[in-house]
């Protein structure tokens, strides 16, 4: 008789239990959408190693190729984020999707580069002669930025539209005099007799980088996940540095990259810590970087067409988010 009392004070306590499980929450992942890229990975480890998990949130990765595709699915909210670099951000911006970047994964360190005949010895040599890009895309924004240190205009040098890959290959094939590519290309050049890798990204520091651009909107009523996301993203580059070898394995097998390429790849990249991105965002009064390059890529859009209005590259930063996430 005397165990009555404890046996209902079991069947309550579990009846209680299950009640409390039946109404967690659960949170729900952010959808973050990539094009092909590896650059994006501190976000991938980050999902592959538990870190968003330790954070209580997650992730549910898809990919979209292009610039426009992932602007309608940021308008239309069927994503909450996605992989840019800094100056398709302002693309999307002009687009009329209201965004902010909340994270620079890396910037690029050799791996985007202006491919020319080893006769040519400066950007300003260039002038009159074609040279082969991808109007719109991120190549297009560095060279633009050259011609601006050289004082020179678009309309100084002709230039061939095509699509980045074929650039290189056109040079290759003597079509053109310059190229505005990528790897592998710039490392094929390197091998051919009388050719060169005029300007690489690793000559001008913070011009290519790769950042996660956020749905205002998802920023403003996730405020506190959004800075666990950074928190995950910055603990993996961190594990990245200290475990090479594993970190290769899995971004290999996600992007379905060759040994060699993705050694190539990365060793054209640098991936940026919580304390480099907290230099690169500064703050609101005593913006960094990333303001910098936001805002030559807004002036050098407008200026040659590829954006019809102004873009305000201060409010594309979320500076608080970060200087949130990188407080002790």
Not at 73 to 91: S, Y
Not at 112 to 122: A, I
Not at 170 to 182: I, L, M, Q, S
Request: glycine share 8%; proline share 4%; charged share 25%.
């Amino acid at each position: 008789m005397r165990a009555r009392p404890v046996f209902w004070l079991l069947v309550f306590g579990l009846a209680l239990a299950g009640c409390n499980r039946q109404t967690v929450t659960p949170v729900k992942p952010f959808r973050v959408a990539f094009n092909t890229w590896i650059g994006y990975s501190p976000l991938l480890l980050a999902q592959k190693k538990g870190f968003l998990k330790e954070q209580g949130i997650d992730v549910e990765i898809s990919m979209l190729e292009g610039v426009g595709e992932k602007n309608s699915a940021l308008i239309k909210g069927t994503v909450d984020a996605v992989g840019h670099t800094a100056d398709a951000a302002v693309i999307s911006a002009s687009s009329g999707v209201d965004g902010q970047i909340i994270f620079v994964f890396d910037q690029s360190w050799g791996s985007d580069g202006v491919l020319t005949k080893k006769s040519v010895h400066s950007v300003k040599d260039l002038k009159g002669k074609k040279v082969a890009l991808e109007p719109g895309f991120t190549g297009h924004f560095f060279f633009l930025s050259l011609l601006h240190d050289e004082g020179m205009k678009p309309t100084d040098v002709q230039i061939v539209p095509m699509e980045t890959g074929l650039a290189g290959s056109t040079f290759v094939a003597g079509a053109v005099e310059a190229a505005v590519t990528w790897q592998p290309w710039l490392g094929k050049a390197k091998a051919m007799p009388g050719a060169q890798v005029l300007v690489s990204s690793a000559d001008k520091p913070g011009r290519i980088i790769d950042i996660l651009y956020m749905n205002r909107k998802v920023i403003e009523e996730r405020r506190s996940d959004v800075v666990k996301m950074i928190r995950a993203m910055a603990k993996a580059t961190d594990w990245y540095s200290q475990n090479k070898a594993e970190g290769d394995a899995i971004m290999a097998q996600f992007w379905k990259l060759s040994p060699q390429e993705q050694a190539d790849t990365v060793a054209g990249m640098k991936f940026m810590t919580l304390q480099t991105n907290k230099e690169f965002f500064g703050t609101d009064e005593a913006p960094g970087q990333l303001f910098r390059t936001t805002k030559d890529a807004a002036d050098l859009w407008l200026e040659s067409q590829v954006i019809k209005a102004p873009v305000d590259a201060k409010r594309l930063i979320a500076f608080d988010a970060l200087t949130e996430a990188a407080k002790p």
